[in-house]
């Protein structure tokens, strides 16, 4: 399974460094290539994939933070409401869960135009917000109870209100899982394809991953430049499971 996914990754790392003539010449060539790293200056100087970049990393950063911000009092607050108010309040987060974007996409933009947010980043984090907040909270939910809740009944003794058992305890106590909703939200809203295609027209303000799509229709016979475009793509997600990794094997370990 690692080499599934290993190798084809590393083939397009080895690709993007290769000019498009190596790449017609020996497509499978390693050690007779010259390696060149012109795609990649190319790729920041003509396609300006830093700007991409930095949107993405924005957009994407700012809805997992407020995805997490909201999910941990929404869950700590089911925990007391009425066991079949709780139910139904569950199915709707399944039915919300498995709803297909397409399907409000539509929906959203008409809402987006009529306050006159389309063409704003500000849609596509309010939009992402309102996709990932039922999976993270569900998910956290899910974490709270099976928690001891004595340690909430002493903090309560203590005279803790709410606000504070929220921050103070039951916040660090779930860290791994609010690193897992985080990583979920971000690379979620990372890939996502649509949303901010659909929303967003303004060539600056466009996301990495819709505006890669562009390089296939204008960089056709250019492969290797393709790839460089892509592992730009991949490498901040790599990152982000690289700095949370410790946090999420430590909740494995639990």
């Known amino acids: 399974m690692v080499l599934t996914v290993a190798f ?4 397009m790392i080895i690709i993007s460094f290769k000019s498009r003539n190596e790449f017609a010449a020996n497509p499978y060539d390693v050690i007779n290539t010259k390696w060149t790293i012109d795609n ?4 920041f100087a003509d396609y300006h994939v830093q700007k991409k970049l930095w949107n993405s990393f924005f957009v994407s950063g700012t809805t997992a933070l407020f995805v997490c911000l ?8 089911m925990l007391y409401i009425d066991k079949r108010i709780r139910k139904i309040i569950v199915l709707l987060m399944i039915v919300f869960i498995f709803m297909p974007t397409q399907v409000t996409l539509a929906s959203k933009y008409r809402m987006f135009l009529a306050l006159g947010l389309v063409d704003t980043r500000f ?5 992402g917000i309102a996709d990932w907040l039922p999976t993270s909270t569900l998910l956290l939910f899910l974490h709270i109870q099976g928690l001891d809740k004595s340690v909430i009944r002493a903090a309560k003794l203590d005279g803790c209100n709410e606000s504070r058992i929220v921050v103070r305890i039951l916040t660090p106590i779930i860290i791994p899982a609010i690193s897992i909703i985080f990583i979920n939200s971000f690379t979620g809203m990372w890939n996502d ?9 303004s060539e600056s303000k466009q996301l990495l991953i819709p505006a890669l799509t562009g ?3 204008r960089y056709r016979s250019n492969l290797p ?4 475009g892509y592992v730009c793509g991949i490498i901040p ?5 690289t700095v949370f990794k410790n946090n999420i094997l430590e909740g494995f370990k639990k």
């Open 8 to 11: 084809p990754l590393l083939y």
């Open 40 to 43: 990649y200056i190319k790729m």
């Open 70 to 77: 909201f999910a941990v009092p929404a869950a700590y607050c």
């Open 123 to 127: 849609s596509v984090i309010v939009s």
């Open 193 to 201: 394809f649509l949303t901010p295609m659909y929303l967003l027209r």
């Open 215 to 217: 390089l296939i229709q």
């Open 225 to 228: 430049f393709q790839l460089a």
């Open 237 to 241: 997600t790599l990152l982000i499971y």
